[in-house]
């Protein structure tokens, strides 16, 4: 399977780290070129692509979710399915193996699985076929320790049905998903999305990044995520630059 890691081309320095953390511990991947939304004519953008309506989308944020969806259109092309990672995650030094084991845990229906989320945000997985788990998380500062600490401990992956989850450093994205994912998500736009939480009826956000939209599209796909992740993106961290764009 191929794997991509979304790098811009002035992130020289995001591209030494990741090499540093992580070209010992995955057997083969790609740099793939981001969308620079710095230099992207927001004006020029087809209505296919971003509402003109939308707002708060950051150049950044749109040049992200352009890069994503060219990497849907390559599992598209292929006709394969592609793992796709962000240029500030770090995986454990299992993690072939780990990868390997949760894709033999996959039905053979599905769309995308989440290897990693966001630690300072939500996330709701389907725990049996009749209770919903719901993480909530404690924003803890990570620490460069922290990150040696994750790479080098023993960890027991398993993957469970995905209702809501932020952050899209590193997943997997079959060409059916890939597809239903490029109808879904796009245009950018400001759409709506139902968090579910056991101590709230309901709360609704507007979308204004692209991970945030894809929860619209969780409930109707197969979507899967690892609960227990091998991979992580320290975004909380006041020891690493994690800002993607």
């Known amino acids: 399977m191929e794997i991509h890691i979304i790098n811009l081309l002035r992130s020289t320095d995001r591209k ?4 540093e953390y992580n070209l010992k511990y995955i057997d083969k991947y790609n740099f793939f070129e981001a969308i620079d939304g710095n230099k992207i004519n927001i004006s020029e953008i087809s209505d296919e692509l971003y ?23 390559k599992s598209i092309g292929l006709n394969k399915p592609i793992l796709i990672m962000e240029d500030d995650a770090i995986v454990s030094h299992d993690f072939n193996n780990h990868l390997n084991n949760v894709m033999k845990m996959l039905p053979e229906n599905w769309d995308i699985l989440q290897l990693s989320y966001n630690f300072d ?7 049996t076929v009749y209770e919903q788990s719901y993480c909530m998380f404690g924003r ?9 600490n994750f790479v080098n401990s023993k960890i027991y992956p398993t993957i469970a049905r995905l209702n809501n989850s932020f952050g899209i450093s590193a997943y997997v994205v079959s060409p059916k998903g890939a597809k239903i ?23 609704c956000i507007r979308s204004y990044t692209v991970d945030c ?13 690892c609960p227990i992740p091998f991979v992580i993106t320290p975004h909380i961290s006041d020891e690493l630059n994690t800002t993607t764009r």
Request: glycine share 2%; aromatic share 10%; proline share 4%.
């Open 16 to 19: 030494k780290r990741f090499n």
């Open 51 to 73: 509402s003109k309506r939308a707002i708060n989308y950051t150049p950044g944020t749109i040049g992200s979710a352009l890069s994503h969806l060219k990497l849907w259109e």
């Open 121 to 127: 945000s939500v996330l709701n997985y389907d725990n």
């Open 140 to 148: 803890k500062n990570m620490t460069k320790t922290d990150v040696e």
């Open 181 to 203: 994912l490029k109808r879904k998500c796009f245009p950018l736009d400001n759409r709506l999305v139902n968090i579910r939480l056991p101590f709230i009826k309901s709360k």
């Open 213 to 225: 939209i894809m929860n619209t599209v969780y409930k109707d796909i197969n979507a899967y995520v």
